[in-house]
């Protein structure tokens, strides 16, 4: 009878063990499905941020070509015994010895004393 008791106590210690390991397991799951759900939201914070990222980069490198077109401004040379003006990077403007080259701050400026535009520069 007594020994019947203590089984019975046993059982009775084991079934609030399962119990209390139950509710701890309910409470994982719950917080598991908790991080999860946080997990699931940065990540989509994160390609959020990503795609800000990657418009704003977009938005810089844009930017920065037109800043490049505003402040590049090519430079016009022309040969003293030339009748064309060529821009600076032209393979004709290259073969201008230094001497004979000069400068001009435009086209329209070339035109003026009687140079005429060269393809590099239409
Ligand atoms: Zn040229």
Known sequence: M???MKIAQSFAHVKTDMA????????????VA???ENNLRLVS???VMGEVVMANQRRQ???KKVVRKVSFKKR?????????VHTES????KNIKAFKKVDFASIAAAKKVGFKACKCLK
């Not at 397991?25 to 719950?30: L, P, Y």
């Not at 032209?90 to 403007?93: D, E, F, L, P, V």
């Open 76 to 84: 016009i040379v022309a040969s003293k015994t030339g009748t064309k």
């Open 34 to 36: 908790e991080l999860e």
């Open 90 to 93: 032209c393979a004709y403007a």
């Open 2 to 4: 007594k020994k019947n």
């Open 20 to 31: 209390q390991l139950y509710t701890h397991f309910q409470e994982m799951h719950a917080r």
């Open 45 to 47: 914070a994160m390609s």
């Open 61 to 63: 490198l844009s930017s």
